[in-house]
């Protein structure tokens, strides 16, 4: 079993992001389970997401401590939140930010295997015209780590943004996608 974890802030798409990828996942003939955890509600206040992959029915019920793979939305949490809690040996961290290999490394308490860096924010700006980066952030969990193709994320998002939004969406995750550097630590 995948287990990812997304951190975000209210009002970025984390939960939205753990639900897409369940949904590409699933496409693929995977058996998934996404669901939010949520401490104060209100915008811009952190927020975890959970997604579970696997080849077999998942019966666990509970929140992520372990993850394999970790996903941050807002890279502002790097400063206030331990993003590596719970990493397991071997896990992937992947970080929207414009920051540099070390400058983010230095920011986490425990170093990943692999560390994938995008600025899904600028894509985000540039294609969607708001800074919300669920979408694009997709294209980068699918480079880095294989768990789903591309072409499920995508299909995933327009199911879940119909028309013009969902087409933007699906490009931002691309773009993503292209333009997320993999660094095997």
């Known amino acids: 079993m995948i287990e990812i974890r997304f951190h975000g802030r209210g009002g970025q798409g984390a939960v939205t992001a753990a639900n897409i990828l369940a949904s590409a996942a699933f496409k693929q003939g995977k058996y998934v389970q996404a669901f ?9 206040a952190p927020v975890t997401a959970f997604t579970r992959i696997d080849d077999k ?61 995008v600025d ?18 997709l294209g980068a969990v699918a480079k880095a780590t294989g768990v789903v193709e591309l072409k499920y994320v995508q299909e995933a998002i327009k199911e879940t943004f119909s028309g013009t939004l969902g087409e933007k969406n699906a490009k931002a995750a691309e773009e993503a996608f292209n333009k997320t550097v993999v660094y095997e630590l």
């Open 120 to 137: 899904a924010t600028t894509i985000a700006l540039d294609i969607l015209g708001l800074p919300i980066t669920n979408t694009a952030i």
């Open 36 to 44: 939010p955890f949520f401490g104060v509600e209100r915008r811009g």
């Open 57 to 117: 029915p998942i019966r666990i019920k509970t929140q992520i401590y372990e993850p394999d793979i970790v996903v941050v939305l807002d890279p502002s949490l790097l400063d206030t939140v331990d993003v590596t809690a719970g990493l397991k040996d071997g896990g992937i961290v992947i970080v929207n930010t414009e920051k540099s290999k070390e400058e983010v490394l230095e920011k986490l308490k425990k170093k990943p295997a692999k560390l994938a860096l």
